[in-house]
Structures are given as C-alpha cells and as structure tokens.
C-alpha cells in the first residue's frame, strides 16, 4: 500500500503538469486570434478583469494566506506584477499580433536558460560545465529560429517584429523571475491574484479612457473566455497542486511541453512548419534540458 500511494500520488502531479502546460500552451494559440479582433491592451486589460476574482477565490481555498500580510508587501507584489502579469503578457500578445504562434513559443523556451543566466549574475548562483554548453546549444537554436536558417540573413535584414518583442517578453519575465526571488516566499497563487489586482487597477483608468474594443465574432469571445480561464486560472491551479506532488526540477523540465503542444496544435490546424523551426526547436529544448536538468548528486 505504501508503494501504490506515492505512485499514484505521483501520477495525479503528472497529469497536473500536462493539464497545466497544455493550458499555457493554449495561450499562445488562441492569443493570435484574440489579438487580431481586440487588441494586445485591450486582451490583457479583459484577460485580468475576467480572472482576478477567481484567483482570490481559489488561492483563498487552496493556500489559506495571510492576507494582511500579503497587502504589506502591496508594493513590491504591485511593481512584480506590472513588469510579469502586465508587461509580459503585452509583449506576449503583440508578439502573437506579428509573428506566429509556433515562433514564439520555441522563443520562449529559451527562458529557463536566461533564468539560469541572470540567477548567476544577480543572484550569485553557480553555474556547471553542462548548464553552459546548455545555454549555449539553445542559443544557437534561438538564432536559427530567429533567422529562418540562415545566420548571416541577420546581417542583411533585420528579425521579424513578432520575434523581436518574444525575446522582450522573456526577458521581462527573467526580471520578474528574479525579482520575485528577492523578497520574502508568498503563497504562489494568492501573490498572482494580488500582482492581477494591481495591473487590473493600474490599467482600468487607461481602459476606460480608451474604450475597450469587445471581441466580434463568437470565436473572438471564446478566445478570451479561454485565456481568462486556461492559462489565467486553471494553468495556476494544477501547477501549484504538481508541485505538491513531483520534484522541482522535473517540474520546471516540464514547461518544455508548451512548446511540443504548441507545434502539435500548429500541425492541427495546418499552419506551415519550416525546416529552421524544426531544427532551432529541438536545439533550444536540448540546451534548455541540458540547462536545467543536473546530475543526481549531492553538492559538495
């Protein structure tokens, strides 16, 4: 009986991670069409209007926090999530509006080796032999995506916007990454409500100025009802309860199915996979994998 519970306790974090990945990368899929009819402002304006009274909810549920304590640290939780909740997300949308979704998303797995970059530079964390030949096998794998194959296309015209603003959007969320690694440890699900809260406040008086564009057809308003849902909420949900349920590093190994997911939806819907996607692809997730994926072994 001992075996069979972690087993299956391990098995529910699993389909956690899927559940949550396959919400992420939903995202990116669905984020094009819903940008095309509203808007980057305005979706992330109505993508938190929408999920910010259920991640109270839920957090309130799942984490029980202390609250007060949570409205002390109102404005460092403010300015995390004006940089992660807000900025991140705008670049995210407005990547999705230029580029395609497939791009953007084999861009964004270069993240967790920018991570580890700047958790060295900032943070003084260590870095091994492997981690290195990592970064530097997915950066590789960047260039050959952002240059459709051919290195030296860079020296005659410059990268596609959409990919361009990706690369933004991860460093935006390495800052926010760090960042939130500098202060006191939260309850993870009630500190993203409250960064939602605080964008959602910031960004209403320039909503209301502006005039928010509603979607206009009913494939538009599934779009936004699935991203203040999916990835706003559920994604959160099931990462928090994974995390409960399998090791840290295999969690954070995981984050490379967005990716796969993304390519698989891109197949289905019979957009066109290029060659230089396909090997920068599978560039970037080795050297991310090599990255983030140490040996087993007790530090001296």
Same mark, same amino acid.
């Given at each position: 009986?001992? !075996?069979?519970?972690?087993?299956? !306790?391990?098995? @529910?974090?699993? *389909?956690?991670? &899927?559940?949550?990945?396959?919400?992420? %990368?939903?995202?990116?899929? =669905?984020?094009?069409?819903?940008?095309?009819?509203?808007?980057?402002?305005?979706?992330?304006?109505?993508?938190?209007?929408?999920?910010?009274?259920?991640?109270?909810?839920? %957090?309130?549920? &799942?984490?029980?926090?202390?609250?007060?304590?949570?409205?002390?640290?109102?404005?460092? *939780?403010?300015?995390?999530? #004006?940089?992660?909740?807000?900025?991140?997300? *705008?670049?995210?949308?407005?990547?999705?509006?230029?580029?395609?979704?497939?791009?953007?998303?084999?861009?964004?797995?270069?993240?967790?080796?920018?991570?580890?970059?700047?958790?060295?530079?900032?943070?003084?964390?260590?870095?091994?032999?492997?981690?290195? =030949?990592? @970064?530097?096998?997915?950066?590789?794998? &960047?260039?050959? $995506?952002?240059?459709?194959?051919?290195?030296? %296309?860079?020296?005659?015209?410059?990268?596609?916007?959409?990919?361009?603003?990706?690369?933004?959007? #991860?460093?935006?969320?390495? $800052?926010? !990454? @760090?960042?939130?690694?500098?202060?006191?440890?939260l309850p993870p699900i009630a500190a993203t409500a409250v960064?939602?809260?605080?964008?959602?406040? @910031?960004?209403?008086?320039?909503?209301?100025?502006?005039?928010?564009?509603?979607?206009? !057809?009913?494939?538009?308003?599934?779009?936004?009802?699935?991203?203040?849902?999916?990835?706003?909420?559920?994604?959160?949900?099931?990462?928090?309860?994974?995390?409960?349920?399998?090791?840290?590093?295999?969690?954070?190994?995981?984050?490379?199915l967005i990716t796969v997911f993304v390519a698989i939806g891109?197949?289905?819907?019979?957009?066109? $996979?290029?060659?230089?996607?396909? *090997?920068?692809?599978?560039?970037?997730?080795?050297?991310?994998?090599?990255?983030?994926?140490?040996?087993?072994?007790?530090?001296?």
């Amino acid at each position: 009986m001992s !075996t069979i519970a972690p087993a299956r !306790t391990r098995a @529910i974090g699993v *389909l956690c991670l &899927v559940g949550a990945t396959l919400a992420w %990368a939903g995202n990116f899929l =669905v984020g094009g069409l819903a940008t095309a009819q509203m808007g980057a402002v305005d979706l992330v304006w109505a993508r938190w209007a929408l999920a910010t009274l259920p991640l109270f909810l839920i %957090a309130q549920v &799942v984490e029980r926090p202390a609250w007060r304590e949570l409205l002390r640290a109102w404005p460092r *939780l403010a300015g995390l999530g #004006i940089i992660g909740i807000g900025g991140y997300n *705008l670049l995210l949308y407005l990547s999705l509006e230029h580029g395609s979704a497939l791009n953007s998303s084999l861009i964004n797995a270069f993240n967790p080796a920018l991570i580890a970059i700047a958790a060295v530079v900032f943070l003084g964390a260590r870095m091994s032999v492997r981690a290195v =030949v990592g @970064i530097v096998v997915a950066f590789a794998g &960047v260039v050959v $995506i952002l240059t459709d194959g051919d290195p030296l %296309a860079a020296l005659r015209e410059p990268p596609q916007a959409g990919s361009l603003l990706m690369i933004g959007a #991860i460093v935006v969320w390495t $800052i926010y !990454t @760090i960042g939130g690694r500098r202060g006191p440890r939260l309850p993870p699900i009630a500190a993203t409500a409250v960064q939602a809260g605080a964008v959602l406040v @910031i960004m209403t008086p320039f909503a209301v100025w502006d005039g928010v564009d509603p979607p206009q !057809t009913g494939a538009g308003w599934g779009s936004l009802v699935y991203i203040a849902i999916g990835p706003s909420v559920l994604s959160y949900l099931l990462w928090n309860l994974a995390l409960d349920r399998v090791p840290a590093p295999q969690a954070g190994a995981s984050l490379n199915l967005i990716t796969v997911f993304v390519a698989i939806g891109t197949v289905l819907v019979g957009a066109p $996979i290029v060659p230089a996607q396909i *090997l920068g692809g599978a560039l970037v997730l080795a050297g991310v994998l090599l990255t983030v994926d140490t040996p087993r072994r007790r530090p001296a």
